[in-house]
């Protein structure tokens, strides 16, 4: 199985802050990579697909690059509504997995 | 539109099978591509995915869990069940079905998961 692996397990910051999230995978997985929000008590939302393809209706401040192993999500300007769980999933194999989630707090 | 909406028991007991129905609106599972998948979440913990199946039958399990699962559809009633035999309280989760993103194996709409809880 690929092991996703996410830094930091969780982050604090400030509206307008630009913060990064990462991703790596146990072995390369090409650029295979989804990321995902998760706000309490509701489903997943994808946000970002193939890595650095970001999902129709998704906000522009949203984005992602990386391949192979190392993949990162950035934020560019967070706003309240962004506070949240993000997670990233490989689609390289099976069996698909997750990473284990970053919580995005307000500092 | 795409929706997507879980049902089954909130409540089962320890060795019983659990049933649950992926009921789908806005694509048919006839069509080329389309695949449907079951994620859990147990309370505060990370998402975990367990199945998946494709337009023409093909499915996939975690191998973790592939001994207990069944993925079946009935593509008359755009519906997709899974089946897990000898529940235990670890998995008390909210379970997820999610339709999958064309030829991607990741999921771009979710249904609103269903609680269920594993307990005597």
Known sequence: DIQMTQSPSSVSASVGDRVTITCRASQGISSWLAWYQQKPGKAPKLLIYAASSLQSGVPSRFSGSGSGTDFTLTISSLQPEDFATYYCQQANSFPLTFGQGTRLEIK | ?120
């Open chain 2, 1 to 120: 539109q795409i929706t997507l909406k879980e049902s089954g028991p909130t409540l089962v007991k320890p060795t019983q099978t659990l049933t649950l129905t992926c009921t789908f609106s806005g694509f048919s599972l006839s069509t080329s591509g389309v695949g449907v998948g079951w994620i859990r979440q147990p309370p505060g913990k990370a998402l975990e995915w367990l199945a998946l199946i494709y337009w023409d039958d093909d499915k996939r399990y975690s191998p973790s869990l592939k001994s207990r699962l069944t993925i079946t559809k009935d593509t008359s009633k755009n519906q997709v069940v899974l089946t897990m035999t000898n529940m235990d309280p670890v998995d008390t989760a909210t379970y997820y079905c999610a339709h999958r993103r064309t030829a991607m194996a990741l999921f771009d709409y979710w249904g609103q998961g269903t609680l269920v809880t594993v307990s005597s």
